[in-house]
């Protein structure tokens, strides 16, 4: 255990539908990231936040991707009208500072 | 996009040899950093080696980087079953704030 939380592990949706996912990073970590991974390859970086401010996003990151950190806390990403390409791993990151990151366990998402 | 490349793809070897996997970036990095998952999980650091140094221990762990050829190389001795699991390095580049990772090498252990 990391440290760094993330709900849910799991996620089974319909094409179209919208869904949610929650990362807790470690809580003295100013620094959140958020990348993907999808099956046989290494993680993608989608965007990443200082404490609440987005400071870069992804091209890989769509218009139906949002992601948000309020009170520079817990994040959350939200896809809306998935699509089946959207299955994947969601992995969260944290760190303080350009220290080490450490990872969630991920959300598995497939999207039928 | 990918950064690096990691050599090789798979590796399958006896408990209680050496493994050895290599890792090839492109760009100027603050660090290079390993990280092992197993299947389905997430990603558990490894070690950090930061771009002033050229080798690092811990544990059963050995990290090189040699970063005139933009390559490092993590050995792991002594295997166990239990480090089945894929192998990634990502690169902390200079002025980037995010990871960039290979595509990992996809160790096997046989008992």
């Known amino acids: 255990d990391t440290g760094v939380s993330q709900d849910p592990r799991h996620k089974i949706t319909k094409r179209g539908q919208n869904v949610t996912f929650r990362c807790d990073p470690i809580s003295e970590h100013n620094r959140l990231y958020w990348y993907r991974q999808t099956l046989g390859q290494g993680p993608e970086f989608l965007t990443y936040?200082?404490?609440?401010?987005?400071?870069?996003k992804s091209r890989l990151l769509s218009d139906r991707f949002s992601a948000e950190r309020p009170k520079g806390s817990f994040s959350t990403l939200e896809i809306q009208r998935t699509e089946q390409g959207d299955s994947a791993m969601y992995l969260c990151?944290?760190?303080?500072?350009?220290?080490?990151?450490?990872f969630g366990p991920g959300t598995r998402l497939l999207v039928l | 996009s990918q950064q690096g490349e990691e050599d090789p793809q798979a590796l399958s070897i006896q408990e209680g040899e050496n493994a050895t996997m290599n890792c090839s970036y492109k760009t100027s990095i603050n660090n290079l950093q390993w990280y092992r998952q197993n299947s389905g999980r997430g990603l558990v650091h490894l070690i950090l080696i930061r771009s002033n140094e050229r080798e690092k221990h811990s544990g059963r762990l050995r990290v090189t980087l040699d970063t005139s050829k933009k390559s490092s190389s993590l050995l792991i001795t002594a295997s166990r079953a239990a480090d089945t699991a894929s192998y990634f390095c990502?690169?902390?580049?200079?002025?980037?704030?995010?990871?960039?990772f290979g595509q990992g090498t996809r160790l096997t252990i046989n008992p």
């Open positions: 990502a690169t902390d580049g200079q002025g980037a704030q995010k990871l960039v």
């Open positions: 990151a944290s760190r303080q500072g350009k220290e080490t990151q450490y």
């Open positions: 936040f200082q404490n609440e401010a987005q400071l870069e």
